[in-house]
């Protein structure tokens, strides 16, 4: 089967260990739209950031935000996909980070909060991100559509305190950030990247055995599972590396473009 389209991951993948799409992957990709290939963005982070990415590539369809758990068109910013952590989750998750040091962000409909600690400068926020002292308080109880907690030692509570009674209804997901940060992403059972790539797809017209995912995480391995070829960062994980159907470059050595390239070099643009 001709391939399409690309799924394409951010975090260790598109960017940069310093958070920057390469002039190399930028122009891989660009020539990969010019030849007929639509792409999907597919990040674990929230809408406004996966947005920017596709925007600046001239993209007006799906994307995929929050690890999966919502697929919104740009075109209309209507959600196609929109799936939240269980209400008691997220209350019990709220108080153990209102009581540990940690970086907690949880994408609350169309709000960003972010509880810090005095980690990082509240004024070096990026848009969109509101720094807060309580996530209790701040969310109104409103369940969020992910979470991501940044912490070692209050990820172990979470996992130790939350995994056995949830473990059915959420996914708890370790990964480590563009700066090698370990991140634990919270989401509700169900909302996985693999999930959206086939409402992606639906929304495209498309089979997903036309799409190339590219990835270097754990939460990318069940969009491996649904695309037609998939391909793992050279700097992931043996399981993300063994789930793949080929390895690229690490993410700060331009892994993207040369999946890219290698691609269009070797299979004739789509059709139509």
Same mark, same amino acid.
């Given at each position: ?38 792409? *999907? @963005?597919?990040? %674990?982070?929230?809408? /406004?950031?996966?947005?920017? =990415?596709? !925007?600046?590539?001239?993209?007006? $369809?799906? +994307? ?54 005095? *980690? @990082?400068?509240? %004024?070096?926020?990026? /848009?969109?991100?509101?720094? =807060?002292? !309580?996530?209790?308080?701040?969310? $109104?109880? +409103? ?55 086939? @409402? ?10 036309? =799409? ?8 990318? +391995? ?51």
């Amino acid at each position: 089967m001709a391939l399409r389209a690309l799924a394409i991951d951010l975090d260790g993948t598109l960017l940069t260990s310093s958070e920057e799409v390469s002039e190399r992957n930028r122009a891989a990709v660009s020539r990969a739209i010019e030849a007929g290939f639509s792409l *999907v @963005v597919a990040t %674990a982070r929230w809408y /406004p950031l996966a947005e920017e =990415v596709a !925007s600046s590539f001239g993209c007006a $369809g799906p +994307v995929i935000a929050c690890s999966g758990a919502q697929v919104r068109r740009i075109s209309d910013r209507r959600d196609l996909m929109d799936v939240r952590l269980p209400s008691d989750f997220a209350a019990a998750l709220y108080d153990i980070c209102d009581h540990h040091r940690c970086v907690a962000t949880v994408a609350v409909d169309e709000e960003v909060v972010v509880k810090m600690d005095g *980690v @990082v400068d509240p %004024a070096l926020l990026p /848009p969109g991100l509101l720094a =807060v002292p !309580s996530l209790s308080e701040a969310t $109104g109880g +409103v369940a969020p559509r992910i979470a991501l907690i940044q912490g070692s030692a209050v990820n172990d509570v979470i996992e130790s305190t939350l995994g056995g009674p949830f473990g059915d209804r959420v996914r708890f997901v370790d990964s480590t950030s563009s700066a090698g940060k370990r991140i634990l992403t919270l989401t509700a059972t169900g909302a996985d990247k693999g999930a959206a790539l086939l @409402v992606a797809c639906r929304e495209l017209g498309l089979d997903p055995g036309e =799409v190339m995912a590219i990835g270097d995480a754990p939460n990318d +391995v069940e969009m491996f599972r649904v695309a037609g070829v998939s391909v793992a960062m050279g700097q992931a994980g043996p399981g993300v590396k063994a789930a793949a159907t080929s390895v690229t470059a690490p993410n700060d050595e331009d892994g993207v473009a040369v999946a890219i390239e290698r691609l269009l070099a070797e299979r004739p643009p789509p059709c139509g």
